[in-house]
Nanobody, 113 residues
Framework: QVQLVESGGGLVQPGGSLRLSCAASGFTFSSYAMSWVRQAPGKERDWVATITSRGDTNYADSVKGRFTISRDNRKNTVYLQINSLKPEDTAVYYC???????WGKGTLVTVSS
């Protein structure tokens, strides 16, 4: 059975950094693109970034230059490095496997002083 388990969220001050992780199981991880999607309080889910099976990356304009998505196929894990955090980055961050539309339960990132 497919599982996506996020970790790494927390409370961080503006300007700080976090690295989110998503451990995947139940499918051939290396064969599929993976994405991060976030949902701010009271708002709809917004796509953040995608990494293809080959390692090509794409980002939402709002996070370009601050967020970096990466993957380790040996560990079946996708990462999201978040730098220069802003209060508007506060959200639940979800790991997503777009091909079959699998989702993790999310990890909360709160940016506040």
């Amino acid at each position: 059975q497919v599982q996506l388990v996020e970790s790494g969220g927390g409370l961080v001050q503006p300007g700080g950094s976090l690295r989110l992780s998503c451990a995947a199981s139940g499918f051939t991880f290396s064969s599929y693109a993976m994405s991060w999607v976030r949902q701010a309080p009271g708002k709809e889910r917004d796509w953040v970034a995608t990494i293809t099976s080959r390692g090509d990356t794409n980002y939402a304009d709002s996070v370009k230059g601050r967020f970096t998505i990466s993957r380790d196929n040996r560990k079946n894990t996708v990462y999201l490095q978040i730098n220069s955090l802003k209060p508007e980055d506060t959200a639940v961050y979800y790991c997503n496997m777009p091909h079959w539309n699998y989702w993790g339960k999310g990890t909360l990132v709160t940016v506040s002083s």
